[in-house]
């Protein structure tokens, strides 16, 4: 399974993605399933993926060699982020057809994968998109700042608890990777590193990310004062039920 | 859907059930879902459902029946709780298959539910079984203390991080409680009012049980200190991880 989370603030964007990947739990690896692309100065773009390995990488593989063979439309040279989530939705939607076709099962969901694609091309909004498998997306708003895929539920408490729009960045980020850290200690099929990406709105540079593994002292950190929070904050709760409830 | 959680503790266990059903988002309805049995001194059960409600019910009625009519087995008679766990699968189990059969699909998966069943009979330890939709059941340990039914992934990270075996009955179930606002907060197929029962260990005596509903001072009181003890402690945390991050 997969945890990846997108939050689109006033002041910028995050995107953070696990690593992990399993087809059944002896067959567990670790691959990248978030992708940067861009034109410094001019555009900047993160894809993230959940769902059918074959068919995120061939995605991924096809939109990179469309960028490295210059074709005329590729995602350095879309004019808009809705022209390259569309971009996305039908080469995701072509590589899982082709391979329902060769599978004679033309209704499988073995193939589908998702898609978020957030970033900003220069004169425009920043935008985040959700894609579906279906090929289709939809954009986050000011009321609804973050998408998930994968194995959302452990972390949507925490970010629907603290990440609003007007959110700062630093305080968002806190909580996103607080969301990995409650999914991936309930959830043996999300793990570490995290590939994480924080975009400042309207800079147009692209950021060099961040792989967070098991000894990122910035994480350990904060995980562990959370814990310890949560801790003290639950030993500080009235303890008798009794005095209520008569 | 449905969010039931149990917990079978050293001193004592507690059981909780939220009481919305849904068949779509239109048909929103209030049922309950935790049903008690028992003999004061002599034997305390306590039985919760998620899935298919008319399954769910048929089976609270035939065990219900069974008590009233004095059949020979019947979960006031049975020697263990191991017995009461099977006789709750084997009528789960012949109410489904009726179901499946009526509608001409054996493998059909809509009439399937699942139950927990705890409790205690006197001389014997007290017993936490979770009963699948197969109809086999397993039983909580002390390094697995604690089962949930339905919705259970946005309120697991709480109750994985903060309830052992060792954990004392009033810090459980402030646990349970917050784990209960975490899911109602974050999925609409999960509704108040809550059924709560708290049963100390070896007392045998038949628990009064509460509803939780919106106005409940004391789940507001800890749920409300809760949001706040969470910012507060998301507030505190470091907030440049570029002193980290060199």
Wanted: aromatic share 10%.
């Amino acid at each position: 399974m997969t945890y990846c989370a997108a939050i689109r603030l006033k002041d910028g964007m995050i995107f953070a993605s696990d690593t992990r990947t399993n087809a059944g739990v002896d067959h567990i690896s670790t691959f990248r399933k978030l992708y940067q692309y861009g034109i410094e100065g001019e555009r900047f773009m993160v894809l993230q993926t959940a769902g059918n390995l074959a068919t995120s990488q061939a995605v991924f593989t096809k939109l990179q060699n469309a960028i490295n063979q210059r074709h005329e439309h590729n995602l350095h040279t879309v004019l808009t982020l809705f022209d390259a989530a569309q971009m996305v939705g039908e080469c995701m939607r072509e590589i899982t057809t082709q391979a329902q076709n060769i599978a004679g099962d033309s209704n499988s969901g073995t193939f589908t994968s998702s898609f978020m694609l957030g970033g900003q091309i220069k004169g425009q909004p920043p935008e985040l998109y959700m894609i579906y498998p279906e090929g289709n997306c939809i954009r986050a708003t000011q009321d609804t700042p973050f998408f998930q895929l994968g194995e959302s539920k452990y972390g949507k408490p925490i970010l629907d608890r603290s990440v609003q729009y007007q959110t700062e960045v630093r305080h968002a980020l806190q909580a996103l990777l607080l969301s990995f850290d409650s999914t991936i200690r309930s959830n043996l099929s999300v793990g570490m590193p995290i590939d994480l990406v924080v975009y400042h709105n309207d800079s147009l540079t692209l950021p060099t990310g961040r792989r967070i593994d098991e000894e990122d002292e910035y994480f350990n950190h904060i995980r562990q004062q959370w814990s310890e929070g949560l801790r003290q904050t639950l030993k500080e709760l009235p303890d008798s039920p009794e005095d209520y409830w008569q």
